[in-house]
């Protein structure tokens, strides 16, 4: 079975990109890589949360 993903488009600041890019570059993982690790990692909290 394929797992099923979705598109969207992001907006920031060029200089607070920069900084991201420098980060993920420095971890070895691309943009789109790390933006995903970070959601996966407070939807725990944000599912606990919703749950109230």
Known sequence: MM????K???????????QFRYVTDYNARSVNRKLELLMKNISPSLKKNMAR
């Open 3 to 6: 797992k099923s993903t979705t």
């Open 8 to 18: 969207f488009t992001l907006r920031t600041d060029a200089e607070l990109l920069k």
